[in-house]
T-cell receptor, first 114, second 112 residues
Framework: DQQVKQNSPSLSVQEGRISILNCDYT??????FLWYKKYPAEGPTFLIS?????DKNEDGRFTVFLNKSAKHLSLHIVPSQPGDSAVYFC?????????????FGPGTSLSVIP | ETGVTQTPRHLVMGMTNKKSLKCEQH?????MYWYKQSAKKPLELMFV???????ENNSVPSRFSPECPNSSHLFLHLHTLQPEDSALYLC???????????FGSGTRLTVV
């Protein structure tokens, strides 16, 4: 059973427009959410995060929104650039007894068309 | 370079072989992880080491055997693997001051 879901496997956006990547989760114990970006032949790189007590976090062109009641978060990229083309993973953290565990979604492949 | 180095980058092995994947970080992080990424599947957590102690074994078959000799090094020993074990194996580390994992570039494993 997937605790972190990204229902869109792929997304295409024109350069300069907004990219919106969505993520849903099921576990109400998640207390931190993260977005990672992955290029082919590389490991994922951390992009932006948000605590469960916030509803928005912004970093340059990237903004993450959290709707806790809907168990939904989204990543907005504006304006989108061709270099943003990558796979984006949504992830959520839960604290186990003595350590943190991060669960990843399946990813959404973003293509930004010049 | 992210600060987490994985070797080898690519590995092809037969089902009767024994091989090891290596992960090294000098970021001062105290938690290290093995993840598996199969085609069109989420990243699957395999093992967690916290201060060199294994704190999670996520129902991984015994043909995968992790080893963490110190807080900077993590190994994944492989033996008698199956073709369905072919995947990208990613190592990650995390410090105590943030929640962002630092990933290595991964080892692309093919079992023939």
């Amino acid at each position: 059973d997937q605790q972190v879901k990204q229902n869109s496997p792929s997304l295409s956006v024109q350069e300069g427009r907004i990219s919106i990547l969505n993520c849903d989760y099921t576990n109400s114990m998640f207390d931190y959410f993260l977005w990672y970006k992955k290029y082919p032949a590389e490991g994922p790189t951390f992009l932006i995060s948000i605590s469960s007590i916030k509803d928005k976090n912004e970093d340059g062109r990237f903004t993450v929104f959290l709707n806790k009641s809907a168990k939904h978060l989204s990543l907005h990229i504006v304006p989108s650039q061709p270099g943003d083309s990558a796979v984006y993973f949504c992830a959520a953290k839960v604290t186990e007894t003595s350590y943190d565990k991060v669960i990843f979604g399946p990813g959404t492949s973003l293509s930004v068309i010049p | 370079e992210t600060g987490v180095t994985q070797t080898p980058r690519h590995l092809v092995m037969g089902m009767t072989n024994k091989k090891s994947l290596k992960c090294e970080q000098h970021l001062g992080h105290n938690a290290m992880y093995w993840y598996k990424q199969s085609a069109k599947k989420p990243l699957e957590l395999m093992f967690v080491y916290n201060f060199k102690e294994q704190t999670e074994n996520n129902s991984v078959p015994s043909r995968f055997s992790p080893e963490c000799p110190n807080s900077s090094h993590l190994f994944l020993h492989l033996h008698t693997l199956q073709p369905e074990d072919s995947a990208l194996y990613l190592c990650a580390s995390r410090g105590s001051s943030n929640y962002g994992y630092t990933f290595g570039s991964g080892t692309r494993l093919t079992v023939v």
